[in-house]
């Protein structure tokens, strides 16, 4: 025998209707902006690239030696120790046209990393590393701030990379 045919129909309220393509809108727009800004702008998830112990990370290599290393010419990378409420170092200054690799970890609390004018935005959570390239195309100053609230020193936890010409 054939199988009862199948006869329901689904209504659907017009309002309903409205509300659902409303939501698929959205979302293809989110979509849209997580694709741009992750293909076209170089925003990616930070990778947490190390485990660390925080109570002795400050005295170990390489964040008992917080700074800038060379790689090779115009490549380069910085080690950023976070502790309330500052950032070692609190300045770095690099030549136009260089990439630099950030390595920032947090000897207490959890801070955050925002390079302000880059791609570099990053939670630093105490016992993890947390690594972010980028490259400085433009001559200036550029503000490393805490934008994770860490305590009563936060609005004073900052630094700067100088981007000589
Ligand atoms: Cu460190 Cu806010």
Not at 16 to 36: C, D, K, S, T
Not at 41 to 60: E, H, I, L, Y
């Amino acid at each position: 025998m054939n199988e009862p045919e199948e006869t329901t129909q689904v209504h659907i309220d017009p309002y309903e209707r409205l509300w659902m393509i409303l939501g698929a809108i959205v979302l293809v727009g989110f979509l849209l902006v997580v694709g741009v800004t992750a293909l076209a702008r170089g925003f990616v998830v930070p990778s947490p690239v190390a485990r660390v112990d925080p109570n002795t990370v400050a005295n170990s290599l390489p964040f008992s030696e917080p700074g800038l290393r060379e790689l090779a010419p115009g490549k380069y990378e910085a080690f950023i120790l976070a502790r309330t409420f500052v950032f070692t170092p609190r300045e770095i200054t690099v030549p136009v046209g260089s990439t630099v690799t950030f390595y920032v970890t947090s000897a207490d609390v959890q801070h955050g990393f925002d390079l302000q004018g880059t791609n570099v935005n990053m939670q630093i959570v105490p016992g993890q590393v947390s690594k972010l390239t980028t490259r400085f195309d433009k001559p200036g100053e550029y503000d490393y701030i805490c934008h994770e609230y860490c305590g009563s020193g936060h609005a004073a936890m900052f630094g700067k990379v100088i981007v000589t010409p």
